[in-house]
């Protein structure tokens, strides 16, 4: 039983010389899969936010009035520019992704810069908000949906924030920490400020105007 | 107890550049980045959560032995069987199955160095041990009661500090067990040989893939659960609280639809090991190597659509009763054909049995106990009548100890050669197998005629006409308890006094027994090329010299 197999083996050890591989530290090996990592990340990212989409949804359907009798009305202006800047940041963010491609720090910094702005200026007004309004945490089920789901959405809209903070900073320590051909930390806090974007709009939908 | 891991002098020639060329002790107890040690540090770590919760069982036992609340007081009762049935979940089948054989596993099978974020991979492992630690401790404030399902409002008037502790733990070890997920899934997808295609792979690469997609749709829901679950608890919010217009029904749902694929992902790896195991000790090819693949995939999709079989008594509506009933009796589709692939794939071999088979064999036929008892759960009249009985009870411990557990030891008899370097000791291996499987039979085999009888589950005191059936149970439970100590003393002893192993012990074909044992430190000084399928034996000489040249 043992003899036969043990040639199988060696044949395959000895294939495998006439292949050169470097031995190299494992990581410099293979392509870089950081971005498909982070799509994976999201994909959970999704389903955590998709349950609590559908937990809301079916507390909504349940309920025989949506939301429940002596909700004040949600007021729409703010939370409208609120939306109009996060979309259009989405957009001001692409254009440091161009810019690095063209091996533009400048530009990077600039629109990175210009879009965490917007962040915090999206943050600030949340805030704004959550003190004009007129329920609180406890008042109903809609009251507490309400502000878990915005509330979970804008600690997300903190994390895309610090992590252009984070590739401003280091932008700026070493000017060619970023250039046109390695810039995972840039394209990364794009992807994920993309993603957050898309939540928004979907929780905009079903808090404000379903 | 690790000293003994060193590397032959061939891995410190292979990376000069890697400044630690040795495989230090220190490396196992502290933040290391190589798959191998995670893995080996899982396998531990995890294997002291089942003595704990192991414990925690014989608590259980010892108390019902007689049908008085005699031994612990029922506060205690309840918080200990929320305690077995939290550690046994998650910190000892998960992190065994998914952390520690996925771990050690995948780079070496597919020829890679590594896995694809080792660094996250490290992280992942670390945030188990604070999650038990927390566990454990609660004990100090008053665990948790309201069993691993937790379900308001029940979870929201017993024991809050415990409560609060347990989401909390429970959310760390969600949140390892997805960074788990998201670096099996792209060290499966990206990172195999050039030589080795999706159909050459494996079949534990294909149980992972299946796990992992697991592990990323649906543990993200528990989390979501878990959230809302803490506000009621610590803010007073009123989700899942019908006092204050929530619904309780909702968290179900949510903990379902993460807590039934997680049945998959504590059962899926063991699927994948023991197709490895199979056609090795059976000196076969695998039966159906397409058939056990894409079996998985179909596992893995049919897993998240049928959450609700758990909550006929609910209050579920009858259509929908109906579709889950329906989805969860063809999950028994996938799970048959691979029961009889690896019949089959037995089926004339030259079967070897020793210890990993053997648990190989205890794992199929305890397995498809539990399978047939899950088609009769299926069922909604039947569901309905032994709900909450120690039917129950039987049903998942076939399922998780006779299918998961026994695919454990499957797997750690099997690579041990491997991964420790030594083989362990045959004759103590077989003892712990006759023990394990006749202490496992004679506890829950019983349990299915006390839930058949109406005893039910999660009580301390039961009726006395229960108790001839239950002191079996209980007299079984301790003959498993006694079934680790053979296992332990052979597994210790030989990690440090086993005879030397050779790097490939079963003469079997797939890439891990490519390198030495225990494998060095990136794993291979070349790296291999696939000329066989992984399970190419008894293939005639001709053909395989044919396979080669070609």
Same mark, same amino acid.
């Given at each position: 039983?043992?003899?036969?197999?043990d040639n199988?083996n060696?044949?395959?050890?000895?294939?495998?010389?006439a292949?050169t591989?470097a031995v190299?530290?494992?990581?410099?090996?293979?392509?870089?899969l950081?971005?498909?990592?982070?799509?994976?990340?999201?994909?959970?990212?999704s389903?955590?936010f998709i349950?609590l989409?559908?937990?809301?949804?079916?507390?909504?359907?349940?309920?025989?009035?949506?939301?429940p009798?002596?909700?004040?009305k949600?007021e729409?202006l703010?939370p409208?520019?609120?939306?109009?800047?996060?979309?259009?940041?989405?957009?001001?963010?692409h254009?440091?992704?161009?810019?690095?491609?063209?091996?533009d720090?400048a530009?990077?910094?600039?629109?990175?810069?210009?879009?965490?702005l917007?962040?915090?200026?999206?943050?600030?007004?949340?805030v704004?908000?959550y003190?004009?309004?007129?329920?609180?945490?406890?008042t109903n089920l809609?009251a507490s949906t309400?502000y878990?789901?915005?509330g979970?959405?804008?600690?997300h809209?903190?994390?895309?924030?610090?992590l252009?903070?984070?590739?401003?900073w280091?932008?700026?320590?070493?000017a060619d920490?970023y250039?046109s051909?390695?810039?995972?930390g840039?394209?990364?806090?794009?992807?994920?400020?993309h993603?957050?974007?898309v939540?928004w709009i979907?929780l905009?939908?079903?808090?404000y105007?379903? | 107890?690790?000293?003994?891991?060193?590397?032959?002098?061939?891995?410190?020639?292979?990376s000069?550049s890697?400044?630690?060329?040795?495989?230090?002790?220190?490396? &196992?107890?502290?933040?290391n980045?190589?798959?191998k040690v995670?893995?080996?540090?899982?396998m531990?770590?995890s294997?002291?959560?089942?003595?704990?919760?192991?414990?925690?069982?014989?608590g259980?036992?010892t108390?019902?032995?007689t049908?008085?609340?005699d031994?612990v007081?029922p506060?205690?009762?309840?918080?200990?069987?929320?305690m077995?049935?939290?550690?046994?979940?998650?910190?000892?089948?998960?992190?065994?199955?998914?952390?520690?054989?996925?771990?050690y596993?995948?780079?070496?099978m597919i020829?890679?160095?590594?896995?694809?974020f080792?660094k996250?991979?490290?992280v992942?492992?670390?945030?188990?041990?604070?999650?038990?630690?927390?566990l454990?401790?609660?004990?100090?404030?008053?665990t948790?009661q309201?069993g691993w399902?937790?379900y308001p409002?029940?979870?929201?008037?017993?024991?809050?500090?415990?409560?609060?502790?347990?989401?909390f733990s429970?959310?760390?070890?969600?949140t390892?067990?997805?960074?788990?997920?998201?670096?099996?899934?792209?060290?499966?997808?990206?990172?195999?040989?050039?030589?080795?295609?999706?159909?050459?792979?494996?079949?534990f690469?294909w149980?992972?893939?299946?796990?992992?997609?697991?592990i990323?749709?649906?543990?993200?829901?528990?989390a979501g659960?878990?959230?809302?679950?803490?506000?009621d608890?610590l803010a007073?919010?009123?989700?899942?609280?019908?006092?204050?217009?929530?619904?309780p029904?909702?968290?179900?749902?949510?903990f379902?639809f993460?807590?039934?694929?997680?049945?998959?992902?504590?059962?899926?790896?063991?699927?994948?090991?023991?197709?490895?195991v199979?056609p090795?000790?059976?000196r076969?090819?695998?039966?159906?190597?397409?058939?056990?693949a894409?079996?998985?995939?179909?596992?893995?999709?049919?897993g998240?659509?049928?959450w609700?079989?758990?909550?006929?008594?609910?209050?579920t509506?009858?259509?929908?009763r109906?579709?889950?009933?329906?989805?969860?009796?063809?999950?028994?589709?996938?799970?048959?054909?691979?029961?009889?692939?690896?019949?089959?794939?037995?089926?004339?071999?030259?079967?070897?049995?020793?210890?990993?088979?053997?648990?190989?064999?205890g794992f199929?036929?305890?397995?498809?106990?539990?399978?047939?008892?899950?088609?009769?759960?299926?069922?909604?009249p039947?569901?309905?009548?032994?709900?909450?009985t120690?039917?129950?009870?039987?049903?998942?411990?076939?399922?998780?100890f006779g299918?998961?557990?026994?695919?454990? &030891?499957?797997g750690?008899?099997?690579?041990?050669?491997k991964?420790?370097?030594?083989?362990?000791?045959?004759?103590w291996?077989?003892?712990?197998?006759?023990?394990?499987?006749v202490g496992?039979?004679?506890?829950?085999?019983?349990?299915?005629?006390l839930g058949?009888?109406?005893?039910p589950?999660?009580?301390?005191?039961y009726?006395p006409?229960?108790?001839?059936?239950?002191q079996?149970?209980?007299?079984?439970?301790?003959l498993l308890?006694?079934?680790?100590?053979p296992f332990?003393?052979?597994?210790?002893?030989?990690?440090f006094?086993?005879?030397?192993a050779?790097d490939?012990?079963w003469?079997?074909?797939?890439?891990?027994?490519?390198?030495?044992?225990?494998p060095?430190i990136?794993?291979?000084?070349?790296l291999?090329?696939l000329?066989?399928?992984?399970?190419?034996?008894?293939?005639?000489?001709?053909?395989?010299l044919a396979?080669?040249?070609g």
């Amino acid at each position: 039983m043992q003899g036969s197999i043990d040639n199988k083996n060696q044949s395959i050890q000895i294939s495998g010389t006439a292949e050169t591989v470097a031995v190299a530290h494992g990581h410099e090996e293979h392509p870089d899969l950081r971005i498909f990592g982070l799509f994976m990340f999201l994909v959970a990212e999704s389903a955590l936010f998709i349950g609590l989409f559908v937990a809301y949804l079916t507390f909504r359907a349940v309920a025989p009035v949506w939301p429940p009798e002596g909700t004040p009305k949600l007021e729409l202006l703010l939370p409208g520019i609120n939306t109009v800047i996060l979309i259009s940041s989405s957009l001001v963010i692409h254009q440091a992704d161009s810019a690095i491609k063209k091996n533009d720090v400048a530009g990077l910094r600039k629109w990175f810069g210009i879009t965490a702005l917007m962040g915090i200026v999206f943050l600030c007004g949340q805030v704004y908000e959550y003190m004009h309004l007129e329920f609180g945490l406890r008042t109903n089920l809609f009251a507490s949906t309400f502000y878990v789901l915005t509330g979970f959405h804008g600690l997300h809209v903190m994390v895309g924030v610090m992590l252009m903070l984070a590739v401003l900073w280091r932008s700026i320590k070493s000017a060619d920490h970023y250039s046109s051909d390695s810039h995972f930390g840039v394209e990364a806090a794009e992807i994920y400020w993309h993603f957050v974007d898309v939540i928004w709009i979907i929780l905009f939908i079903l808090l404000y105007l379903l | 107890m690790t000293a003994n891991i060193s590397l032959p002098p061939v891995a410190e020639q292979a990376s000069p550049s890697h400044g630690h060329g040795e495989r230090r002790w220190q490396d &196992f107890f502290t933040f290391n980045t190589d798959h191998k040690v995670i893995g080996i540090q899982y396998m531990v770590m995890s294997f002291f959560f089942y003595l704990v919760g192991g414990l925690l069982a014989e608590g259980i036992r010892t108390e019902l032995a007689t049908p008085d609340p005699d031994l612990v007081d029922p506060a205690l009762y309840n918080s200990m069987f929320t305690m077995h049935a939290t550690i046994m979940i998650f910190l000892w089948i998960v992190p065994a199955g998914t952390g520690a054989f996925a771990n050690y596993l995948i780079p070496l099978m597919i020829g890679a160095r590594d896995m694809a974020f080792p660094k996250l991979n490290a992280v992942a492992f670390w945030m188990l041990p604070p999650a038990g630690i927390m566990l454990i401790g609660s004990f100090y404030f008053g665990t948790a009661q309201a069993g691993w399902t937790s379900y308001p409002p029940l979870s929201l008037t017993t024991a809050k500090v415990g409560e609060a502790i347990w989401i909390f733990s429970l959310l760390l070890g969600g949140t390892s067990s997805i960074l788990g997920g998201i670096n099996f899934m792209t060290t499966i997808l990206k990172m195999r040989v050039p030589s080795m295609g999706m159909m050459q792979m494996p079949l534990f690469c294909w149980a992972m893939i299946a796990t992992s997609a697991l592990i990323l749709i649906a543990t993200p829901i528990l989390a979501g659960a878990l959230i809302l679950l803490s506000f009621d608890l610590l803010a007073g919010t009123a989700f899942f609280n019908p006092t204050g217009g929530g619904h309780p029904v909702v968290y179900q749902h949510m903990f379902w639809f993460y807590s039934h694929p997680a049945v998959y992902i504590m059962v899926l790896p063991f699927f994948g090991i023991i197709s490895e195991v199979i056609p090795i000790h059976s000196r076969k090819p695998i039966f159906g190597y397409g058939a056990i693949a894409y079996s998985s995939l179909a596992i893995s999709f049919l897993g998240l659509i049928v959450w609700a079989h758990h909550m006929f008594t609910s209050g579920t509506p009858a259509w929908l009763r109906m579709f889950f009933m329906i989805t969860t009796m063809i999950i028994a589709v996938p799970t048959g054909i691979k029961v009889f692939g690896w019949l089959a794939t037995m089926w004339g071999g030259k079967i070897s049995l020793n210890s990993p088979m053997l648990f190989a064999m205890g794992f199929l036929s305890t397995f498809v106990v539990g399978g047939i008892s899950g088609v009769m759960l299926a069922a909604v009249p039947f569901d309905i009548h032994v709900h909450d009985t120690y039917f129950v009870v039987a049903h998942l411990h076939y399922v998780l100890f006779g299918g998961s557990v026994f695919g454990i &030891f499957t797997g750690i008899y099997h690579w041990y050669p491997k991964a420790i370097g030594r083989m362990y000791s045959e004759f103590w291996g077989r003892v712990h197998f006759v023990m394990t499987f006749v202490g496992f039979n004679v506890t829950f085999l019983p349990m299915h005629i006390l839930g058949l009888q109406g005893m039910p589950r999660r009580i301390a005191m039961y009726a006395p006409e229960f108790q001839t059936l239950n002191q079996v149970c209980t007299w079984g439970s301790y003959l498993l308890a006694v079934s680790t100590v053979p296992f332990l003393i052979n597994a210790l002893w030989c990690w440090f006094k086993g005879e030397k192993a050779p790097d490939n012990p079963w003469n079997a074909l797939t890439f891990e027994w490519m390198t030495s044992s225990p494998p060095e430190i990136e794993n291979f000084e070349v790296l291999p090329v696939l000329t066989t399928g992984p399970y190419d034996y008894g293939v005639e000489e001709e053909e395989k010299l044919a396979t080669v040249a070609g």
